[in-house]
């Protein structure tokens, strides 16, 4: 069983930074692929990237590349992602996840929103 629970979110004027974290509960962590996804209003959710369980290989979206950088650090069991040159664009709620052979984990959100 994994718990994830999100933090960092908040407003923040365009051109701002914000980094969340997302923590782990349980012992598996550092075997994990974890995963950053988010959902605007009236959107589907979408992954916005993604790190390997030892931190080599880190994926993003077309749309945040050279803005957001995804990180972790195992022995905190936490994964972070850092947000640069925030956009209207990335208001959404985002969503830590992760997966394991039985099934996909999920935390509650946590709000960004990017004013204009």
């Known amino acids: 069983q994994v718990q994830l629970v999100e933090s960092g979110g908040g407003l923040v004027q365009a051109g701002g930074s914000l980094r969340l974290s997302c923590t782990a509960s349980g012992n598996i962590f550092s075997d994990l692929t974890m995963g950053w996804y988010r959902q605007a209003p009236g959107k589907e959710r979408e992954l916005v990237a993604t790190?390997?369980?030892?931190?080599?290989?880190?994926n993003y979206r077309d749309s945040v590349k050279g803005r957001f950088t995804i990180s972790r650090d195992n022995a905190k069991n936490t994964v972070y992602l850092q947000m640069n040159s925030l956009k209207h664009e990335d208001t959404a709620v985002y969503y830590c996840n992760t997966e394991t052979s039985r099934r996909d984990y999920w935390g509650q959100g946590t709000q960004v929103t990017v004013s204009s």
């Open positions: 790190i390997t369980s030892g931190g080599a290989r880190m």
